[in-house]
Nanobody, 121 residues
Framework: QLVESGGGLVQAGGSLRLSCVAS????????IGWFRQAPGKEREGVAC????????WYEDYVKGRFTISRDNAWNTVYLQMNSLKTEDTVVYYC????????????????WGHGVQVTVSS
Protein backbone atom coordinates (compact mmCIF):
# COMPACT_ATOMS: atom_id res chain seq x y z
CA GLN A 1 0.00 0.00 0.00
CA LEU A 2 1.14 3.51 -0.80
CA VAL A 3 -0.46 6.59 0.72
CA GLU A 4 0.25 10.09 -0.53
CA SER A 5 -0.20 13.28 1.47
CA GLY A 6 0.84 16.90 1.42
CA GLY A 7 -1.22 18.16 -1.46
CA GLY A 8 -3.35 21.26 -1.36
CA LEU A 9 -3.75 24.78 -2.67
CA VAL A 10 -0.77 27.05 -3.18
CA GLN A 11 -0.10 30.24 -5.11
CA ALA A 12 2.09 30.23 -8.19
CA GLY A 13 5.73 30.45 -7.20
CA GLY A 14 5.07 28.70 -3.93
CA SER A 15 6.15 25.30 -2.62
CA LEU A 16 4.65 22.04 -1.43
CA ARG A 17 6.16 18.81 -0.19
CA LEU A 18 4.39 15.59 -1.03
CA SER A 19 4.96 12.46 1.03
CA CYS A 20 4.39 8.84 0.11
CA VAL A 21 4.35 6.25 2.88
CA ALA A 22 4.66 2.58 1.96
CA SER A 23 3.52 -0.53 3.79
CA UNK A 24 2.94 -4.19 3.06
CA UNK A 25 6.00 -4.80 0.91
CA UNK A 26 9.76 -4.58 1.18
CA UNK A 27 10.21 -0.87 0.56
CA UNK A 28 14.01 -1.09 0.36
CA UNK A 29 13.77 -3.38 -2.69
CA UNK A 30 11.76 -0.99 -4.84
CA UNK A 31 12.38 2.09 -6.88
CA ILE A 32 9.77 4.77 -6.26
CA GLY A 33 8.32 7.12 -8.81
CA TRP A 34 6.07 10.14 -8.75
CA PHE A 35 3.59 10.53 -11.56
CA ARG A 36 0.82 12.97 -12.31
CA GLN A 37 -2.36 13.02 -14.28
CA ALA A 38 -4.58 15.80 -15.50
CA PRO A 39 -8.25 15.19 -16.30
CA GLY A 40 -8.63 13.54 -19.69
CA LYS A 41 -4.91 13.01 -20.12
CA GLU A 42 -2.58 10.06 -19.68
CA ARG A 43 -0.61 9.64 -16.50
CA GLU A 44 2.91 10.98 -16.95
CA GLY A 45 6.15 10.58 -15.08
CA VAL A 46 7.56 13.31 -12.88
CA ALA A 47 10.57 11.88 -11.03
CA CYS A 48 11.89 8.62 -9.66
CA UNK A 49 14.49 7.40 -7.21
CA UNK A 50 16.34 4.11 -7.12
CA UNK A 51 16.21 1.67 -4.23
CA UNK A 52 20.00 1.82 -3.83
CA UNK A 53 22.37 4.79 -3.84
CA UNK A 54 19.39 7.17 -4.14
CA UNK A 55 19.95 7.86 -7.81
CA UNK A 56 17.33 10.23 -9.18
CA TRP A 57 15.77 11.00 -12.54
CA TYR A 58 13.48 13.87 -13.54
CA GLU A 59 11.37 14.79 -16.48
CA ASP A 60 12.57 17.97 -18.15
CA TYR A 61 9.57 20.04 -17.13
CA VAL A 62 10.37 19.67 -13.41
CA LYS A 63 14.16 19.72 -13.45
CA GLY A 64 15.50 22.41 -11.15
CA ARG A 65 12.11 22.84 -9.47
CA PHE A 66 11.26 19.44 -7.95
CA THR A 67 13.41 17.19 -5.78
CA ILE A 68 12.70 13.55 -4.98
CA SER A 69 14.18 11.89 -1.91
CA ARG A 70 13.56 8.82 0.20
CA ASP A 71 13.94 7.78 3.82
CA ASN A 72 14.08 3.99 4.00
CA ALA A 73 13.94 4.06 7.79
CA TRP A 74 10.44 5.49 7.54
CA ASN A 75 9.38 3.80 4.27
CA THR A 76 8.74 7.25 2.89
CA VAL A 77 9.48 9.09 -0.33
CA TYR A 78 9.16 12.84 -0.68
CA LEU A 79 8.64 15.17 -3.59
CA GLN A 80 9.68 18.73 -2.80
CA MET A 81 8.01 21.02 -5.32
CA ASN A 82 9.28 24.59 -5.61
CA SER A 83 8.47 27.40 -8.03
CA LEU A 84 5.10 25.87 -8.70
CA LYS A 85 3.23 26.86 -11.84
CA THR A 86 -0.45 26.79 -12.61
CA GLU A 87 0.19 23.95 -15.06
CA ASP A 88 1.38 21.82 -12.12
CA THR A 89 -2.26 21.65 -11.05
CA VAL A 90 -3.00 17.93 -11.31
CA VAL A 91 -3.31 14.78 -9.21
CA TYR A 92 0.03 13.33 -8.13
CA TYR A 93 0.60 9.61 -7.58
CA CYS A 94 3.47 7.66 -6.11
CA UNK A 95 4.30 4.16 -7.27
CA UNK A 96 6.76 1.37 -6.50
CA UNK A 97 8.50 -0.69 -9.16
CA UNK A 98 11.50 -2.85 -9.90
CA UNK A 99 13.14 -0.76 -12.64
CA UNK A 100 15.30 2.08 -11.41
CA UNK A 101 15.30 5.06 -13.71
CA UNK A 102 12.02 4.26 -15.41
CA UNK A 103 9.22 6.78 -15.68
CA UNK A 104 6.93 4.43 -17.58
CA UNK A 105 3.76 3.57 -15.71
CA UNK A 106 3.91 -0.05 -16.89
CA UNK A 107 7.12 -0.58 -14.94
CA UNK A 108 5.42 0.11 -11.61
CA UNK A 109 3.56 -2.46 -9.56
CA UNK A 110 2.10 -0.66 -6.56
CA TRP A 111 0.21 2.62 -6.77
CA GLY A 112 -1.20 5.11 -4.34
CA HIS A 113 -4.61 6.72 -4.75
CA GLY A 114 -3.24 10.14 -5.54
CA VAL A 115 -3.25 13.60 -4.00
CA GLN A 116 -4.53 16.81 -5.55
CA VAL A 117 -2.23 19.78 -6.03
CA THR A 118 -3.79 23.07 -7.07
CA VAL A 119 -1.67 26.07 -8.02
CA SER A 120 -3.50 29.37 -8.27
CA SER A 121 -2.37 32.37 -10.31
Amino acid sequence: QLVESGGGLVQAGGSLRLSCVASGFSFDDYAIGWFRQAPGKEREGVACISNTYDRTWYEDYVKGRFTISRDNAWNTVYLQMNSLKTEDTVVYYCAAGNYSGSLYTNDYTYWGHGVQVTVSS
